[in-house]
Nanobody, 127 residues
Framework: QVQLAESGGGLVQAGAFLKLSCAVSGRITDNYHMGWFRQAPAKEREFVAA????????YYGDFAKGRFLISRDSAKNTVDLQIFSLKPEDTAVYYC????????????????????WGQGTQVTVSS
């Protein structure tokens, strides 16, 4: 079993920087990918970014390229999401997730099952 716990959300002003962190517990093997998703009120959950646990290879949703940065610290078992120049439309609950389905080849984060999820952390950006 893998357990995930997000932290770092809050109320910030537009233009600010925020770092979200996900504490990972349980057995993470080399085939795992860790991801961040978000869900705004009345909207579907959307993919933000993912990182391969072993190599650090990253993937980003189209809207996230340039302002979002995902990283992992395998020694501390954490996955961070840095968000630069926050905008009101970034307001959402941000979820950390883990996917164990990768067996080789291309990783397609939009199709991956992401079988473990955290409880989420609220990010609210005021204008």
């Amino acid at each position: 079993q893998v357990q995930l716990a997000e932290s770092g959300g809050g109320l910030v002003q537009a233009g600010a920087f925020l770092k979200l962190s996900c504490a990972v517990s349980g057995r993470i093997t080399d085939n795992y990918h860790m991801g961040w998703f978000r869900q705004a009120p009345a909207k579907e959950r959307e993919f933000v970014a993912a990182i391969r646990w072993s190599s650090g290879g990253t993937y980003y949703g189209d809207f996230a390229k340039g302002r979002f940065l995902i990283s992992r610290d395998s020694a501390k078992n954490t996955v961070d999401l840095q968000i630069f120049s926050l905008k009101p439309e970034d307001t959402a609950v941000y979820y950390c997730a883990a996917d164990s389905s990768y067996t080789g080849g291309y990783f397609l984060p939009l199709l991956a099952p992401f079988d473990y999820w955290g409880q989420g952390t609220q990010v609210t950006v005021s204008s």
